[in-house]
């Protein structure tokens, strides 16, 4: 049951790389989310994906893009990395019927930005 | 704007003593309201969910949650609570058919 996968799971960027962080489900659910989650702040949203080839903003979506071009995919780019990207990022799905309440979460990926 | 607070960053209790989380909310009409936890190092995993009907739910782990429309909070509850129940605590509000809105978090230390 490997429900959701996030890759890499670490990651030190210097300012100004890119990259970008994969997020794969097997359970077929259509929505799919990238949150981030710093200290004191809970977790916020930055994009979600409401079927393939969809993306909308969520609160803290600068710098940051999103693509899904396959409904089991979801990554998350950095164009020009800065410190205050330097976060623990989420990934999440669920199925649409449910709502956006019962999300499955990733186990992460803690990216530092230096 | 729609939102929940959780007044507490920590919550320290001894093994099998109660133990409570607090969270109120800020919604317009009638909210959707969850708990999530978060063990070290791994992702969120979802606890429980009112949506409408009994105002206490229960959920996984022995947890249960109280919903309060006139006091608008939605605390969750352990009658007795377990070491391995230290970890931290998400209540969320659903904002609209696709999204959550979550609070800042409650971190749970049982002590033996």
């Known amino acids: 049951n490997a429900g959701v996968t996030q890759t890499p799971k670490f990651r030190v960027l210097k300012t100004g790389q890119s990259m970008t962080l994969l997020c794969a489900q097997d359970?077929?659910?259509?929505?799919m989310y990238w949150y981030r989650q710093d200290p004191g702040m809970g977790l916020r949203l930055i994009h979600y994906?409401?079927?393939?080839?969809?993306?909308a903003k969520g609160e803290v979506p600068d710098g940051y893009n999103v693509s899904r071009l396959k409904k089991q995919n979801f990554l998350l780019g950095l164009e020009s990395a800065a410190p205050s990207q330097t976060s623990v990022y989420f990934c999440?799905?669920?199925?649409?019927?449910?709502?956006?309440?019962?999300?499955?979460f990733g186990e992460g990926s803690r990216l530092t930005v230096l | 704007a729609q939102s929940v607070a959780q007044p507490e960053d920590q919550v320290n209790v001894a093994e099998g003593n109660p133990l409570t989380v607090k969270c109120t909310y800020s919604?317009?009409?009638?909210?959707?309201l969850f708990w999530y936890v978060q063990y070290p190092n791994r992702g969120l995993q979802f606890l429980l969910k009112?949506?409408?009907?009994?105002?206490l739910v229960k959920g996984s782990y022995g947890f249960e949650a109280e919903f309060n429309k006139s006091q608008t909070s939605f605390h969750l509850k352990k009658p007795s609570a377990l070491v391995s129940d230290s970890a931290l605590y998400f209540c969320?509000?659903?904002?609209?058919?696709?999204?959550?809105?979550f609070g800042a978090g409650t971190t749970v230390t049982v002590r033996a």
């Open positions: 009112y949506i409408t009907g009994d105002n």
């Open positions: 969320a509000v659903r904002l609209n058919d696709y999204k959550l809105s």
């Open positions: 919604v317009s009409g009638n909210p959707y």
């Open positions: 999440a799905s669920n199925r649409a019927a449910k709502g956006p309440g019962e999300l499955f």
């Open positions: 994906s409401v079927g393939e080839g969809t993306t």
């Open positions: 359970m077929n659910h259509e929505y």
